[in-house]
């Protein structure tokens, strides 16, 4: 694999098919000195080299990581094209790639029947499954858990719809009974289940959910921003194998949401929305005069709510799916290997004397808190503020977590002995995302040790 190569490649194949048209020069005003642009280039490289090291398995703190190699080649090659998959006059050739790979994930999915496309982000792919669930129980309100993404809370707000969070259990799932009082109110006409919260990776019972809410008429729209591409493993041999049910419900929701972005290997400014049912796309109706939509094809315009979409994004997923399919056996392995890391820390957390588990993983993020004395919320608190910090300035040999903030409550109901001094505490939060912590967990876990200690 050899980005410099394939980098010149995507280059290549663009100045050919450039050159196939009449030769020009390009205009004066736009030339750039060498020195001036290396001067500008040796700043901006200055700048970046303080970031995170996103790449390095020493980086377990948030959702991060570098595309594969075959998306930066496909969206450099696309993006020096620079369609724009509004309309398919900007976006002639992306908008068909983006057709395909929306129909891959569909299948993914078990969707018999789709309509969707590409997102900028998974908040403006939620934003536009709570739209159409608006349009098609006006008056009525969404239900999501207490853990969802805030984004729900917040878009409900932007859509002028109530939102309603459900308690969880102790496992940080959707409380079913919660769930059914809620709904049994008539108040509500879509219920948002998540595959993956983006705190814990917990996974709603989405097949329990589904089943609830078709006993009261509400619709079901899953956020699986974060989890989505889980469903490959769903049912799977081995350790990496995940509980089939919650994956296999999604195919009869009405919608959901998955972020290539996060774990499709893409850079960022890639979500996806989908919806079962295609005579959704009514919601989207407009006539703008300075639109330009010259063929009856579907323009992926008409079915989203932004404008302007990158095209390259597309190119960017269609390519690393041809690579890399959204099978078990392709991208499934770099899940797997991610939630193997998790299960691996979970069994050393499990001996460990100055760390212990949370809550176990059930995708590849590690939970843990450090053991204190006196064993109580604000000792714990302060103790993972101190490893969290102490861990991210070390000179030598540096490492990367979260704190993710838990309530009281919470954190009685999965350790009970733990004295409750405080309304919330922090614990520690590693995300497992990159295939390369398979082989990095003793090392992550011994040095949270040592900082623990
Ligand atoms: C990340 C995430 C979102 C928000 O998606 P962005 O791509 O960050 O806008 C929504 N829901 C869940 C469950 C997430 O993990």
Known sequence: MDLRRWLSLAVDSVEDWQSSYPPFAPHPCLEVSEANFKAAFETFAGRMRGNYPYFHPSYAGQMLKPPHPAAVAGYVAAMLVNPNNHALDGGKITSELEKEVVAELASMFGFLTHLGHLTTSGTIANLEALY?????????????????????????????????????????????????????????????????????????????????????????????????????????????????????????????????????????????????????????????????????????????????????????????????????????????????????????????????????????????YPVTEPASLAAIGQSADRILVSGMTDPQRPVFVSTLTVTADEFRRRHPRVIMDREHTKILRSVLMKPESATYVRWLHTRLEELAG
């Open 132 to 368: 159409v669930a608006r349009e098609l129980h006006p008056g009525l309100g969404v239900a999501f858990s207490a853990e969802a993404h805030y984004t729900h809370e917040r878009m409900c707000g932007l859509l002028g719809v109530p939102a309603t969070a459900i308690r969880t259990d102790d496992r940080g799932r959707l409380d079913l009974d919660a769930l059914d009082e809620t709904l049994a109110t008539g108040q509500i006409g879509t219920v948002v289940a998540t595959a993956g919260t983006t705190g814990l990776g917990a996974i709603d019972p989405v097949h329990d959910v589904l089943a609830v809410a078709r006993k009261h008429g509400v619709r079901v729209h899953v956020d699986a921003a974060y989890g989505g591409f889980f469903t490959l493993l769903a049912g799977g041999e081995g350790s990496a194998g995940l509980d089939p049910l919650p994956w296999r419900a999604i195919a009869d929701c009405d919608s959901v949401v998955v972020d290539p972005h996060k774990h499709g290997l893409q850079p960022y400014g890639c979500g996806a929305v989908l919806f079962s049912d295609p005579a959704v796309g009514r919601f989207y109706a407009h006539d703008s005069p300075y639109t330009y939509f010259t063929s009856g094809d579907l323009h992926l315009g008409e079915i989203s709510l932004e404008c302007s979409r990158a095209g390259a994004a597309a190119a960017a997923l269609w390519l690393t799916f041809k690579v890399l399919p959204p099978t078990r056996e392709g991208l499934g392995q770099v899940l797997a290997a991610g939630r193997n890391a998790a299960l691996d820390w979970w069994s050393l957390l499990a001996k460990s004397d100055v760390l212990k588990g949370y809550q176990p993983p059930d995708l590849d993020i590690v939970s843990y």
